[in-house]
C-alpha cells in the first residue's frame, strides 16, 4: 500500500457495501488517516497492507495483508481484507487469504494469526473458516469506532478467529497428500 492508493482507498471508505461491516463508512480525512497508518506500518514492521488487482484486467479489486495489532491478551498478528462489490463471490477472499497466512507462518516469528469478522458478516465468516481458521468468541470492539462518526451502535459485535502455526502446517501436509502423484 503506498501513497498512490489514496484515491482507491478514498473510495472504498465511501462506499456503504463495502464499510457496512467495517463500522460504517469513513470520509477523506479517516482514508488519508488510514493510509498513513497502513504505509508506516509497512516502514515499522516490514508487512502490512496490500492493494489488489484482478488478473483478468488489472482493475484495483481491494486490499489484503497482515498487521501488527494489539489485543487483551497482547500484540497479535492480524490478517484483514475488503474487496470491491463487483469482486465478492469470485474466491479472491479464500485466495489471498491462504496465500497471506502462508506468507504470514513462512516469514514472521509466530505461532498464530487471528482475524476479526463482524458477527452477522457471513461470508467473510465462511472465508475464515475454509483457510482453516477457528472461532474463539466475540471481541470487545467499542474502540475501533471511537473515531468514526458514522459508526452504527450495533456495528461492534465482532468476534475473533485464529489458526496456529501447527494448524497451518497440518492443513499443507494433507494438501501435499492429496496433489502427490500415486506411486507406480
Known amino acids: 500500500m503506498r501513497q498512490s492508493h489514496l484515491s482507491f482507498i478514498t473510495q472504498m471508505h465511501a462506499n456503504a457495501d463495502v464499510m457496512a461491516t467495517m463500522g460504517g463508512t469513513r470520509d477523506a480525512a479517516a482514508s488519508r488517516l488510514y493510509l498513513a497508518q497502513n504505509v508506516a506500518h509497512w516502514l515499522d514492521h516490514g508487512y502490512g497492507m496490500y492493494v489488489l488487482q484482478t488478473r483478468e484486467h488489472g ?9 501488527f495489532t494489539l ?12 474487496f470491491e462489490p463487483d469482486c465478492w463471490g469470485r474466491g479472491y477472499a479464500v485466495e489471498i487469504s491462504t496465500a497471506l497466512v502462508g506468507l504470514g507462518f513462512r516469514l514472521l516469528p509466530v505461532d498464530t494469526l487471528c482475524a476479526v469478522a463482524i ?40 468476534v475473533r478467529y485464529e489458526i496456529h502455526r501447527r494448524q497451518w502446517r497440518d492443513q499443507q501436509d494433507v494438501a501435499d497428500a492429496n496433489t502427490a502423484l500415486p506411486s507406480r
Do not use: C, F, Q, W
Open 119 to 158: 458477527r452477522s458478516n457471513a461470508a467473510s465468516r465462511r472465508v475464515l473458516e475454509k483457510i482453516g481458521m477457528r472461532l474463539l468468541g466475540d471481541v470487545e470492539a467499542a474502540t475501533d469506532n471511537a473515531n468514526n462518526a458514522n459508526a452504527k451502535p450495533d456495528s461492534n459485535t465482532k
Open 59 to 67: 482493475a484495483l479489486a481491494g486490499r489484503a495483508g497482515l498487521k
Open 71 to 82: 489485543t487483551d491478551e497482547g500484540g497479535a498478528i492480524e490478517l484483514a481484507y475488503a
